[in-house]
């Protein structure tokens, strides 16, 4: 929240529970908008307390995750209009390709207008994407 220029609500999934109690222990406030659950789990049920649209979704995808159009649009269909889904594509460890299944080719291929950036990490070879929702 104190790096972004915008007013964010935070609100979040993982499927790694020390990573929802750290999540707690860092938005103490929101601390009810962090839950442990697969991607899968997030699908097929919608937490109720969460927002149906959000401006901005971060998403770090795993390094051998296996991007569809379908997860994309579900993704995009809860963004608002304009609004931003940012992918973060980061390796497992330093000298890993953050992008082992090739799913930035595979966005473009899907036809997904992206904007591409690499992270200033020298040596590394994390990466964000992002697609915004017009």
């Known amino acids: 929240q104190s ?3 915008y007013t964010l609500e935070p609100y979040g ?3 790694e529970g020390q990573n929802i109690s750290n999540a707690h222990e860092l938005f ?3 601390a009810a908008n962090f839950l442990p659950a697969s991607f899968e789990a997030l699908i097929r049920e919608y937490p109720t307390n969460f927002p149906r649209h959000f401006d ?3 998403w770090g995808v795993w390094v051998n995750f296996n991007i569809t159009k379908d997860i994309i649009d579900w993704l995009l269909d809860h963004l608002n209009k304009n609004g931003r ?3 973060g594509f980061y390796p497992d460890r330093s000298t890993d390709p953050s992008d ?3 799913n930035i080719g595979k966005l473009r291929t899907l036809g997904f ?4 950036m690499k992270n200033s990490v020298v040596e590394r070879h994390e990466k964000l994407v992002i697609i915004e929702n017009n």
């Open 85 to 87: 889904l940012i992918l």
């Open 100 to 102: 082992v299944k090739d």
């Open 3 to 5: 790096w972004s220029k």
């Open 56 to 58: 901005f979704i971060y």
């Open 13 to 15: 999934v993982d499927s």
């Open 28 to 30: 103490t406030k929101e």
């Open 113 to 116: 207008k992206l904007i591409e």
